[in-house]
């Protein structure tokens, strides 16, 4: 059976995204560098208004994904 791939403007709850690199300042003193996902309308500190406690971030060495917890940062800022 062959499956037909849906188009992303297609679907009813598709929000476009854009990747902003950012450094973030965890309250231990951690630094983390990655990319993080936001509307095109949204700025990076927007991210921390938004429901929920955590949001991934894409590891900027590595690729991975790893979930931050809001209530643990200290500063965030993109790296434009």
């Given at each position: 059976m062959k499956k037909t791939v849906e188009s992303m403007s297609s679907r009813?709850?598709?929000v476009p995204?854009?990747?902003?690199?950012?450094?973030i300042l965890m309250t231990d003193g951690t630094e983390l560098e990655g990319s993080v996902f936001i509307r095109a309308t949204q700025r990076v500190q927007d991210l921390l208004n938004e429901?929920?406690?955590f949001f991934p971030l894409e590891d900027s060495r590595t690729g991975e994904i790893t979930l931050v917890n809001?209530?643990?940062i200290n500063n965030i800022k993109p790296l434009d």
């Open positions: 009813k709850n598709y995204k854009i990747k902003v690199d950012t450094l429901p929920g406690m809001k209530f643990a």
